[in-house]
């Protein structure tokens, strides 16, 4: 006469619980045994290796409903090599994400201080331009980094998000025929980090945006920037006023009291 053993002596032997052996059997992954005259259910040495089967198929990342699946078959081995090619592609996917989490968190702990919102775009920048950026305060980068983490991390528009990426890569073709211009800007953008430091209603500001509009070289390089899209691209509604106030939000007092003035003093007078 076979072998019979008792549900907690199977366990015992898989190293898994009870309860694990009753849910297998109302999933269907293995038949219910007979049971003893006392009402205890009897396992055979079959039953013993079909549960090694699950677990090691479970170990090797099968969900159940796969492994009932596979083991259903009549020609359950074509199903598993099929299964378990299907796995291993899903798993060199899920390492190569892994290598990239890791190569940039490793790259965040490099840095002097933790910045979760590397800007694509500044990266090619400070690439570019190398070593003639070393001299910007670490104050223009923070700003900088904070304006494009709002602008890049965000889907505002689709119309408005390609009119910016337009305006990346004009950026990015314009800077590298014309460097020394573009660091020009960012002497300009030293200057603007500065006025955080001031009181709103310091009159050095309206000052320095009277000269900022009447530089002719800014207005050059800004023009030259500027990407003629058909009106209308800008988020509107609820989701332009939000896209406003996280940009704002960045800016200290006195240096949105410079662009305010610098929108009015370049308002064309029809618009008065």
């Known amino acids: ?55 090691q198929l479970q170990a090797l990342g099968l969900s159940l409903k796969q492994i009932r699946s596979v083991l259903g078959e009549p020609d359950h081995e074509h199903s598993l090599i099929q299964i378990l090619t299907m796995l291993l592609d899903e798993i060199a996917t899920r390492i190569a994400v892994l290598e990239e989490q890791r190569a940039q968190i490793s790259k965040i702990l490099q840095e ?21 950026l070393e001299g910007m305060s670490p ?62 209603e310091a009159p050095e500001i309206k000052q320095l945006a009277i000269e900022f509009v009447n ?11 500027k990407d003629h899209a058909k009106p209308g691209v800008e988020p509107e509604g609820e989701i332009g006023n939000l896209l406003g106030e996280m940009l704002a939000d960045v800016l200290a007092p006195a240096q949105q009291r410079f662009f305010t003035i610098v929108e009015i003093l370049l308002k064309p007078a029809s618009e008065e």
Not at 112 to 132: M, R, V
């Open 139 to 200: 104050e223009f980068w923070e700003q900088e980094r904070k304006l494009y983490a709002i602008l890049e991390h965000f889907n505002w528009a689709p119309a408005w998000q390609q009119r910016f990426l337009t305006q990346n890569q004009r950026l990015l073709q314009y800077i590298a025929a014309h460097p020394q211009q573009y660091l020009y800007l960012l002497a300009w953008g030293e200057r603007l980090t500065a006025l955080a430091g001031l009181r709103e």
């Open 112 to 132: 002097d201080e933790l910045n979760l919102d590397a800007s694509p775009t500044l990266d090619l920048l400070k690439q570019q331009l190398g070593e003639q």
């Open 1 to 55: 006469m076979p072998t019979s053993l008792r549900i907690g002596e199977i366990a015992r032997l898989l190293g898994i619980t009870p309860k694990t052996i009753r849910h297998y059997h109302k999933l269907g992954l293995i038949v219910e045994p007979p049971r003893s005259e006392g009402g205890y259910r009897l396992y055979t040495a079959g039953d013993l290796f079909r549960l090694h089967r699950i677990k």
């Open 215 to 225: 530089d002719a070289a800014i207005q050059a390089f800004l023009t030259a920037l």
